[in-house]
C-alpha cells in the first residue's frame, strides 16, 4: 500500500498555522494599518533594509511566508472540497494549492536569498 | 477491477446540497469562517513578499507600495485582512488543549492553562514582532 502524504502536508499546514497565529496579526496591524495611518513612525527604506539583511531574520522571514503559505495551500484544499463540494476535482484542487504554495516558496527563497 | 471504481447503481440517490449549506446554522457559518481565514494568511505572507520585492528593487518601488498602502480602499481591505487574521489567532490558540496533552506529576494539566500559556505566547511574539519593526526600542 502506497504511504499518505497527508502527515507530511499536515505538519505543514499546523506548523504555518502556528507561526501565523503568533506573528502575522501584530506584522498586518502594523505595517498596513498602522504605518499608513501615521500611527508609528514609519522606518525609513535604509532602517528597513538594515533590520531585515541580517542572515537569521530572513531565515525567520523565509519560513514565516514558506510555512504560510503552505497552511493555506491546505487549509484551502478543503474549503473547497467542502465547501463549495468540488471533491471531484481532488487531484486539480490539490496540485493548484500545493503548486502555487511551492512556486512562491522558491520564489521566496531566491528574493530573500538575494536581499538586498 | 478497479478497487476506486463503483459499479452503476441506480438505486442510490443522494440528495444535493446546497452550495451555500453553512449559512444555515451559525456553527457551520463560524466553521467556514475559521476555514477561509487561510486566505487572510497567504495574502499576507504574500503582501509581505511584496513589500521585500519592493525593498529590494530600490526607493521609487517602495514609495509606489507605500501609496498603495495608503490608498482608502486598500486600507479598507487590509482591517478586513486583520480581523480575518485575529480570527484565525484566536481559534488556533484556543484549539492548542486538543492538540497538546501537557502531564504534570502524572496529572493532565488543564485545559485553561495551556490556552492561557499559548496566549501568553502570543502577547510576547507580538511583542517581539513591533520591537523588532520600531528598530529594537
Redesign the interface.
Known amino acids: 500500500m502506497r504511504r499518505s502524504r497527508e502527515p507530511f502536508f499536515w505538519a505543514l499546514f499546523?506548523s504555518?498555522?502556528?507561526l501565523?497565529?503568533?506573528?502575522?496579526?501584530?506584522?498586518?496591524?502594523?505595517?498596513?494599518?498602522a504605518?499608513?495611518?501615521g500611527w508609528?513612525q514609519?522606518?525609513t527604506?535604509a532602517?528597513?533594509?538594515a533590520?531585515?539583511a541580517p542572515l537569521l531574520v530572513r531565515l525567520v522571514?523565509f519560513f514565516?511566508?514558506a510555512l504560510?503559505?503552505f497552511?493555506?495551500?491546505?487549509?484551502?484544499r478543503?474549503?473547497l472540497y467542502?465547501?463549495?463540494?468540488l471533491s471531484h476535482l481532488y487531484g486539480l484542487i490539490a496540485i493548484v494549492c500545493y503548486g502555487g504554495a511551492t512556486l512562491?516558496t522558491v520564489?521566496?527563497a531566491w528574493?530573500?536569498w538575494?536581499?538586498? | 477491477m478497479n478497487p476506486a471504481y463503483q459499479p452503476y447503481h441506480p438505486k442510490w440517490h443522494r440528495k444535493r446540497m446546497p452550495i451555500f449549506w453553512w449559512l444555515g446554522k451559525p456553527a457551520y457559518t463560524k466553521f467556514i469562517t475559521r476555514e477561509l481565514t487561510s486566505l487572510a494568511v497567504g495574502y499576507a505572507v504574500v503582501l509581505l513578499l511584496a513589500e521585500i520585492c519592493a525593498l529590494a528593487r530600490g526607493e521609487a518601488a517602495h514609495a509606489r507600495f507605500l501609496r498603495l498602502l495608503a490608498a482608502p480602499p486598500v486600507l479598507a481591505f487590509h482591517l478586513l485582512v486583520c480581523a480575518a487574521l485575529l480570527f484565525h489567532s484566536v481559534t488556533w490558540l484556543n484549539l492548542a488543549p486538543k492538540a497538546l496533552v501537557l502531564r504534570l506529576g502524572g496529572r493532565r494539566l488543564p485545559d485553561w492553562i495551556v490556552v492561557s500559556g499559548h496566549y501568553l505566547l502570543w502577547l510576547v511574539a507580538s511583542g517581539a514582532v513591533v520591537w523588532f519593526l520600531r528598530g529594537g526600542s
Do not use: K, N
Open positions: 499546523s504555518g498555522g502556528m501565523a497565529a503568533l506573528v502575522l496579526p501584530a506584522t498586518a496591524l502594523y505595517l498596513w494599518v504605518r499608513p495611518l508609528v514609519a522606518p527604506d532602517e528597513l533594509v533590520r531585515l522571514l514565516v511566508i504560510g503559505l497552511h493555506w495551500a491546505h487549509r484551502f478543503y474549503t467542502d465547501g463549495l463540494q512562491l520564489f521566496a528574493t530573500l538575494r536581499f538586498p
